[in-house]
């Protein structure tokens, strides 16, 4: 990673620690594309005891460690530790965090013209649902 993209954090919860491979297939598939690189991954889960347990990528599947490569180090057990004090009994939170390297491409055209980023915003898909029945 060089820095020229965007980097996201995405948290993304799922009740009975449910897990079919579809969600690791959409991000296989983003990133052969080379819409994402996903830089770093871990699973963060509370069982039906109440008991915690966080896995690095590297632990939880081969095609996830394969996927994110050299585990980078950027989510640390801060991250699971900070996650877990909100979550529910057999409940799991995927934590993800992905450089949007299709927009590395678009940033190098506009410096080739002298043009430079002054903001970057994320609006929920809700609030343009929201906006478009008025």
């Known amino acids: 990673m060089q820095g020229k993209a ?4 995405v948290l993304v919860e799922f ?4 897990f079919d491979g579809r969600v690791l297939d959409e991000l296989e598939r983003l990133d ?3 819409t994402i690189n996903v830089l770093d991954a871990l699973l963060v889960s509370r069982g039906a005891d109440g008991s915690v347990e966080w896995i ?3 632990g939880a599947d081969e095609r996830l460690d394969a996927l994110v490569g050299e585990p980078a180090g950027l989510l640390s057990a801060e991250d699971a530790e900070a996650v877990a004090e909100e979550l529910q009994a057999d409940t ?3 934590m993800l965090l992905f450089e949007h390297t299709w927009a590395a491409t678009l940033a190098e055209a ?3 013209v002298g043009g430079h ?10 609030a ?3 906006l478009a029945e008025n």
């Open 92 to 94: 799991a939170i995927g």
């Open 110 to 112: 506009v410096r080739g």
């Open 15 to 18: 009740s009975g620690n449910r």
């Open 56 to 58: 690095e990528a590297s």
């Open 32 to 34: 052969a594309d080379g």
């Open 117 to 126: 980023l002054l903001d970057w915003e994320r609006v929920p898909a809700a």
């Open 6 to 9: 965007p980097v996201d954090l």
């Open 128 to 130: 343009i649902a929201e």
